[in-house]
């Protein structure tokens, strides 16, 4: 491999195993773009490598009481919920946005019992040629097993993931890094036939409001996001990846510079996700394209995909062997 200046042209593409190619590693985090073009004022949501859906259920949910959202020092918590028109209205409603403009979609699904996976997928069976692929979150609770999240549970991320075999979509299953299981629930998604894993979910917290000194969000705990999640998502993926080389990642967690995203991609992630970063400057997404080829191009980067994984083949050292 050789060194490259910058300016050089540097191909973004990559991939997510075999069923998924983009054009860019580059994509919204679920909950941060609402249901279709909502960023479109921002973003040409059609320069992303996909668009991703908040995650949806077969059935219409309110979300959780205000206050929901609250900066936190280096970090943002929400307790939104998983707000949403439910799977059928979305098709109705949502859908045919994303099908005028031609912009690659991942559909976020979730639900509160394996049989809500299974009928998220059966009315998503035929979908739309813009959904390129599904993302499957599990940071959910589960009223069949006393409300524990499936995330937190090896069996019931493996009972997700054979609910939502058979639609013919790649599947990338979102993960939680609150469980000291995470390095098993990750081997369990890759035998469990997941095209890949998503990591991370937010981080559990709370926030107390100093003038009352009480749970300053309506749900008291939430999740927390943002740049003081960066480094647990960088080790997440960094393991991920030792154990599952050919195991397609997605990073999410505390981006909101081309740095960041090199930083995930040597870790180990093909696709890069934006989220809170997107409420500091909603045009944050065009930001990271545009600098990220000069940042690569400035550690000697032509291509992303030799990009993907650099931490564990000797990062920039090893390109130096000319
Ligand atoms: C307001 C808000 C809503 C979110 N909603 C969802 C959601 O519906 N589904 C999901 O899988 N993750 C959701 N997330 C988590 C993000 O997709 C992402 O995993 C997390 O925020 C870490 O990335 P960030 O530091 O770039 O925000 C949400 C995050 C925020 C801040």
Redesign the pocket.
């Known amino acids: 491999m050789s060194k490259v200046r910058v300016g050089d042209s540097v191909n973004l593409e990559t991939s997510l195993g075999p069923k998924l190619l983009l054009s860019n590693p580059i994509m919204n ?4 773009g609402g249901f279709s073009t909502e960023l479109s004022g921002y973003v040409d949501q059609t320069s992303l490598g996909a668009f991703v859906t ?2 949806l259920a077969v059935f219409e949910t309110k979300g959780n009481p205000a206050p929901r ?1 609250s900066g936190a020092g280096a970090a ?1 918590i ?1 307790s ?1 919920g ?1 707000t949403g028109p439910g799977i059928r209205r979305w098709r109705e409603v949502h859908l045919p946005n994303l099908e005028r403009e031609r912009v690659s979609t991942v559909v ?1 699904i979730w639900g509160r019992s394996i049989d809500d996976y299974r009928k998220a997928i059966d009315e998503l069976v035929g979908v739309s040629d813009v959904v390129k692929a599904i993302e499957v ?1 599990v ?1 959910c609770p589960n009223i069949e097993d006393r409300n524990k999240m499936f995330a937190h549970s090896t069996e019931a991320v493996a009972e997700v993931l054979r609910a939502t075999r058979g639609i013919g979509l790649p599947r990338y299953v ?1 993960l939680s890094p609150n469980t000291h299981l995470l390095e098993e629930i990750i081997d369990t998604s890759a035998v469990e036939g997941a095209d890949g894993v998503v990591l ?3 981080v559990m917290g709370l926030e107390i409001d100093y003038q009352t000194l009480l749970p300053s969000l309506g749900a008291k705990g939430g ?1 927390l ?2 740049p003081a ?1 960066h480094q647990v998502a960088l080790r997440a993926i960094y393991e991920a990846y030792s154990r599952h080389p050919n195991l397609p990642i997605i990073g ?4 909101s510079s081309a740095r960041a995203v090199i930083e995930l991609a040597a870790a180990g992630a093909s696709a890069i ?5 997107s409420f500091v400057d909603p045009k944050v997404f065009s930001k990271v394209l545009s600098e990220l080829p000069i940042e690569m191009g400035r550690l000697g980067f032509t291509r992303f995909r030799d990009l993907v994984g650099a931490s564990h083949r000797g990062g920039v050292a090893a390109l130096r062997v000319d």
């Open positions: 985090a679920s909950g941060v908040k995650s959202v943002m929400n939104v998983l976020s979150n940071s979102k991370i979910n937010t999740g996001s943002g999640v999410v967690g505390g981006v996700q934006i989220g809170t970063a």
